[in-house]
């Protein structure tokens, strides 16, 4: 099952999924930093910051809160702040600044816009 879209893909195709970036990342490869996504979405985040990656689809965020349960307090943090009933409107601006250091924010286009 898809942790972005909750499709669900066979052992042959199904991926593991870095759902913080590398870049700077200690802790990459901890299972607390892992979901399982489908081609397509991994394909579509590469690597996207997840927060970018969320915004750009709702309903990724109501999927990875349904399925990244086991990731780290930050990412579920993260989750449930632009999932906060699973489906509901994402509440982004009151956690979106304190995310990320200046030297870590990749945005180069709104993360708003759609
Ligand atoms: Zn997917």
Known sequence: MCAYC??????TTITLDH????RGQSAYDRRDNLVLACADCNG???DMPILA?????RERSSMLRRYGAHLS????DLVRALA???D???RV???FDDLFTDDESPYHESPYSD
Request: net charge positive; glycine share 6%.
């Open 6 to 11: 909750g499709r669900r893909a066979t052992a």
């Open 19 to 22: 759902v913080a970036p590398r």
């Open 44 to 46: 579509a985040k590469a």
């Open 53 to 57: 990656f969320l915004l750009r689809k």
């Open 73 to 76: 307090p930050m990412l579920v």
């Open 84 to 86: 906060p009933d699973g």
């Open 88 to 90: 509901a409107a994402p």
């Open 93 to 95: 601006k009151e956690s």
